[in-house]
């Protein structure tokens, strides 16, 4: 059957189309441009398909490998398959894993940034990998403890005392995830004030342990006290730029006692000289018996609030009536609730025997 000849909306369709593939391909769009799209579009892309159209796209494709700045995803260091050294292990699904050996050469410099590393092995190779990445680690970071702590000599805190903290910049660390045995290990190791020593510290997320039951009320009866007083006294000590410390305890609270142990503290505050500025981010179970709070203390011109956020979510805010800025504040709350450990995130989850540890499996 012949075909049938096409209709003038066809022909005008086709025409419109072959002269706006025409005027396309007069379209001139300068390198800033297409520098801007690049960086939405993947290296192999770049590199196998619109680096091949022309001399002018192979050109731009070499720039933007050349000046593009690039950032490390999710990296997780693990006790090699043969047991012998360390590898990389990238997540492909719930069961499937792909594994990279360490790379030996000096990253590029275009380098400037990292999402995380978790490590759960830790040798030579290890450090010197670390080494490498150490310009990494001078930007705020994230620094997580899950070590082993049924033995205090363990030989994976002095492989991190020896080897790892010296490649740290302390004045870095904005965020910390610890336990109380972290913070014991940490004050025995390097300082008894070392939490108060991190200037540029303003976040410390902890487990369910240490939320103790005199958090508010340090008291040397009770064993391990000391770390829960580091903590205590860090929440306590103002911060140099104006600026809320953040406690954060995603397990769930099943009483009011850590919250009134707190308020007590509050009450029997009779200075300003250096009133407590803090945000708790606590997470109640649904059973608990939970009641709000707005308190005031003329001695030291404090404001205490105790409020309800949002499903299991509550806030305990601590900070000057003076000069209060409501909005300054709702913008501190957000980010206490919200900022975490999306970036920039350095973990050590490793036991005794230099092996993984579960948090991070």
Same mark, same amino acid.
């Given at each position: 059957?012949?075909?049938?000849?096409?209709? /003038?909306?066809?022909?005008?369709?086709?025409?419109?189309?072959?002269?706006?593939?025409?005027?396309?391909?007069?379209?001139?769009?300068?390198?800033?441009?297409?520098?801007?799209?690049?960086?939405?579009?993947?290296?192999? &892309?770049?590199?196998?398909?619109?680096?091949?159209?022309?001399?002018?796209?192979?050109?731009?494709?070499?720039?933007?490998?050349?000046?593009?700045?690039?950032?490390?995803?999710?990296?997780?260091?693990?006790?090699?398959?043969?047991?012998?050294?360390?590898?990389?292990? /990238?997540?492909?699904?719930?069961?499937?894993?792909?594994?990279?050996?360490?790379?030996?050469?000096?990253?590029?410099?275009?380098?400037?940034?990292?999402?995380?590393?978790?490590?759960?092995?830790?040798?030579?190779?290890?450090? &010197?990998?670390?080494?490498?990445?150490?310009?990494?680690? =001078?930007?705020?970071?994230?620094? *997580?403890?899950?070590?082993?702590?049924?033995?205090?000599? *363990?030989?994976?805190?002095?492989?991190?005392?020896?080897?790892?903290?010296?490649?740290?910049?302390?004045?870095?660390?904005?965020?910390?995830?610890?336990?109380?045995?972290?913070?014991?290990?940490?004050?025995?190791?390097?300082?008894?004030?070392?939490?108060? =020593?991190?200037?540029?510290?303003?976040?410390?997320?902890?487990?369910?342990?240490?939320?103790?039951?005199?958090?508010?009320?340090?008291? =040397?009866?009770?064993?391990?006290?000391?770390?829960?007083?580091?903590?205590?006294?860090?929440?306590?000590?103002?911060?140099?730029?104006?600026?809320?410390?953040?406690?954060?305890?995603?397990?769930?609270?099943?009483?009011?006692?850590?919250?009134?142990?707190?308020?007590?503290?509050?009450?029997?505050?009779?200075?300003?000289?250096?009133?407590?500025?803090?945000?708790?981010?606590?997470?109640?179970?649904?059973?608990?018996?939970?009641?709000?709070?707005?308190?005031?203390?003329?001695?030291?011109?404090?404001?205490?609030?105790?409020?309800?956020?949002?499903?299991?979510?509550?806030?305990?805010?601590?900070?000057?009536?003076?000069?209060?800025?409501?909005?300054?504040?709702?913008?501190?709350?957000?980010?206490?609730?919200?900022?975490?450990?999306?970036?920039?995130?350095?973990?050590?989850?490793?036991?005794?025997?230099?092996?993984?540890?579960?948090?991070?499996?």
């Amino acid at each position: 059957m012949p075909t049938p000849p096409p209709t /003038k909306k066809q022909k005008f369709l086709c025409a419109f189309s072959f002269d706006g593939q025409r005027r396309l391909r007069e379209l001139f769009i300068c390198g800033d441009i297409w520098l801007g799209v690049f960086t939405f579009i993947g290296p192999a &892309e770049l590199g196998l398909k619109l680096a091949l159209i022309s001399w002018r796209f192979d050109g731009l494709v070499d720039t933007h490998f050349k000046t593009r700045k690039w950032t490390l995803g999710e990296l997780k260091i693990r006790r090699s398959f043969s047991g012998i050294g360390a590898q990389i292990v /990238k997540r492909l699904s719930a069961y499937q894993f792909e594994r990279f050996p360490l790379p030996q050469e000096p990253p590029p410099a275009s380098l400037v940034a990292f999402k995380k590393i978790i490590i759960s092995f830790l040798d030579h190779t290890v450090v &010197e990998f670390l080494r490498r990445l150490q310009h990494l680690f =001078d930007e705020r970071i994230t620094l *997580a403890l899950d070590m082993d702590f049924t033995c205090v000599k *363990a030989p994976s805190w002095d492989f991190v005392e020896r080897q790892i903290w010296p490649l740290l910049n302390v004045n870095s660390i904005s965020k910390m995830r610890l336990n109380c045995h972290a913070v014991m290990q940490l004050r025995e190791r390097f300082s008894p004030t070392i939490l108060r =020593d991190y200037a540029n510290l303003r976040l410390i997320r902890t487990d369910g342990n240490f939320i103790p039951y005199n958090l508010g009320r340090p008291d =040397d009866r009770i064993k391990g006290t000391s770390s829960y007083e580091a903590l205590f006294k860090w929440l306590h000590t103002p911060r140099e730029d104006g600026r809320p410390r953040v406690t954060k305890c995603p397990p769930f609270l099943y009483s009011m006692r850590e919250v009134d142990q707190l308020k007590e503290t509050f009450n029997n505050a009779c200075s300003s000289d250096a009133a407590a500025i803090y945000i708790f981010v606590l997470h109640f179970n649904c059973l608990a018996v939970v009641e709000p709070f707005e308190l005031e203390n003329g001695l030291s011109h404090e404001h205490l609030s105790f409020r309800h956020v949002r499903d299991t979510l509550w806030l305990l805010t601590r900070g000057p009536i003076a000069a209060r800025d409501a909005l300054k504040w709702a913008e501190w709350e957000r980010e206490a609730m919200d900022d975490w450990e999306d970036n920039n995130l350095l973990g050590f989850s490793i036991n005794g025997q230099q092996g993984p540890m579960y948090l991070w499996n």
